[in-house]
């Protein structure tokens, strides 16, 4: 998935009624030499390991070649599939130099070098003490403030301030990071989005031939907080362009979300996955529920506790009433400008769901301008 920035998707105006002061004009004409001197930066962001970032950012490198640009590798992964060593071979390599028995980017060689690309894989890498920075990423940083425009790579799990919301998904630990602030300096962002189901882990051959280690539902959820994250970075693009062009911003609610509780649903992730995309695109969220007459004690209690959870995170609570349940929800929904209905699903119960289809197949064919998002539940 590709994710740019696009002015006209965003309601944008220019600045109106008194004249910019000198100081504004001054900042702004800084800003945009500042750009013109500046590498650019391009990041393949990846939600897992195995999605093809690197192959990805190589076959960047060589089409880019092709055209004519001067393109260098600067640093790359040891281990290589067949596919991305041809590749390699078609670009120029600056060698990786070794320092006490650690391989790391030779930025010297590549600082004199100045060409107008450089690949470099592993951005989170360490470098070992005596070296001039501490981080790969300071090294890109330099690279970039030379000019250099720099194409790399890099995991959700290596982002600093994500990492503490990864281990709790994957249980992996890791301790090489890049800063989100350094991200969010991204000329472009390139999420590399390969369903769940599809991704791949690499093999000690550099073959993407094992299935991952990671549950559909871990990746899943690793995906939809990497969407987000470049989600982020976007809006920082965005800003350093209206700052440049000395423009104002302006945009209201983008989302509504609407979350409805059952006795059957996972309010809790459901409400966590909403409130989430709530906060990041500044919207609302809703909880629904309706008021069965036939349920049980037990199915009573579930629904309360799911509108206790919704009220924690601020959502505002409806009560639907009305004799066909999808009906009434979307009824509301169109009501209510909603964007997104988040519903809990377990399968087909029935021989009669499986043969003629369910409410929530009716739910989803008659949701005209609204995205449906189905949570699993056991």
């Not at 391009?42 to 055209?67: I, Q, T």
């Not at 104002?248 to 609610?253: D, H, I, R, V």
């Amino acid at each position: 998935m590709r994710l740019k920035t696009y002015i006209n998707n965003r309601s944008v105006a220019a600045t109106s009624g008194s004249k910019p002061t000198p100081e504004q004009l001054l900042q702004q004409l800084e800003t945009q030499e500042e750009h013109q001197s500046h590498g650019r930066l391009k990041v393949f962001f990846g939600y897992a390991s195995g999605v093809g970032k690197s192959f990805r950012m190589l076959d960047e490198g060589r089409r880019r070649y092709e055209r004519g640009q001067d393109v260098v590798v600067g640093a790359i992964q040891p281990r290589l599939s067949p596919d991305l060593q041809q590749i390699i071979n078609t670009l120029e390599v600056i060698p990786l130099k070794e320092v006490q028995g650690v391989p790391v980017m030779d930025l010297e060689t590549i600082l004199r070098r100045q060409p107008k690309v450089c690949l470099v894989d592993g951005l989170a890498y360490d470098n070992p003490p005596g070296l001039k920075h501490e981080r790969r990423w300071q090294d890109v940083a330099e690279l970039l403030d030379s000019g250099i425009s720099v194409i790399t790579s890099v995991n959700l799990q290596h982002i600093e301030e994500m990492t503490p919301r990864v281990e709790a998904i994957t249980g992996k630990h890791v301790t090489q990071t890049v800063p989100l602030s350094f991200l969010q300096t991204a000329d472009e962002i390139v999420v590399v989005d390969v369903p769940p189901e599809s991704c791949m882990t690499v093999s000690e051959d550099g073959n993407s031939t094992k299935p991952h280690k990671l549950s559909q539902h871990q990746l899943s959820e690793l995906r939809e907080i990497a969407l987000l994250l470049a989600a982020d970075v976007i809006d920082s693009q965005l800003e350093r362009y209206l700052e440049r062009h000395g423009i104002q911003q302006s945009w209201g609610t983008q989302e509504r979300i609407l979350v409805c509780l059952s006795p059957q649903s996972n309010a809790e992730r459901m409400l966590e996955s909403g409130a989430r995309n709530r906060d990041r695109f500044h919207g609302e969220l809703l909880a629904a529920h309706l008021n069965r007459p036939d349920w049980s004690p037990e199915q009573r209690k579930r629904v309360e506790e799911g509108v206790a959870l919704a009220r924690q995170r601020d959502a505002e609570i409806v009560e639907l009433d009305g004799e066909d349940p999808v009906d009434t929800i979307l009824r509301f929904a169109r009501q209510r400008g909603i964007t997104q209905i988040y519903v809990g699903h377990k399968g087909r119960e029935s021989w009669w769901e499986r043969a003629f289809g369910s409410d929530l197949d009716r739910l989803i064919s008659s949701a005209e301008g609204m995205d449906v998002r189905v949570f699993p539940h056991s």
